[in-house]
């Protein structure tokens, strides 16, 4: 009996937080038992890699404020809402594509609280990527490829070197979207340290996906401690 009323009072209060916070919907995965379930009693702590729900071509800049930073940041905060991440406490993003001013592998230039060591990154489902965001783009391979970790087969736009530095290649810094111009990609399957980031050179005219990391300010506290 008591179990029973337990599991009554937990349910109705997730249910009755994730209302409050936000109109539920099928579509909105950060609002269903299930996902609040995992969350609260499964969840890892980390920094999640998810995918964008849409592809884009090279002209990367279209939403935001009009620069390229402020629009990367745009996709990834519209999108985590429906990202499938178990983590429900993971709510702060930024995007994992280098720009001239923001770097992949120096993301604390414009996000400060960005924690670089000590939290693992993981896909969204909680699977190991690598120890930490110090180690991401350094420090050999990564432990599991973003494919395997979740993160789907398709290439995604980085505009960034093997390192995480800013490529060359980044399709006018993200304002064209014509076949005359190139964009640096990366590719989930592969694990390789210095390539990962940047296997594929291709027309910014070409619709790809972007990634993006969620995470939890330190001084806001952490998920579930790792199992």
Sequence with gaps: MFYRLFLILFFSFSL?????????SDEDRSCSVEALILSKFSAPSGIYVYSSSATYKGNLAILGTGTLDASLHSICQNDRLLAPIIDQNCQSVAPLVSTSAVPANDLNLLYADLPY????????????????????FSSG?????????GLG??????????????AADDCNGGTDSTSGSLGQLGSPKVV????????????????????????????????????
Excluded at 16 to 24: L, N, S, V
Excluded at 117 to 136: H, W, Y
Excluded at 199 to 216: A, E, F, K, M, N
């Design 192 to 227: 390789t340290q210095g390539s990962w980031f940047a296997t594929d050179i291709l027309s910014c005219s070409q619709s790809h996906r972007i990634l993006c990391i969620c995470y939890v300010p330190p001084a806001s506290g952490s998920g579930a401690t790792e199992g």
């Design 16 to 24: 009755t937080e994730c209302i409050t916070d936000k109109t539920c």
């Design 141 to 149: 391979d990564l432990q599991l490829s973003l494919s395997a970790a």
């Design 153 to 166: 087969d398709s290439l995604f736009w980085s505009f960034g070197t093997g390192n995480g530095g800013y």
């Design 117 to 136: 060591n000590g939290v693992a990154i993981r896909g969204p489902f909680g699977a190991l990527i690598t120890q930490e965001m110090s180690t991401l």
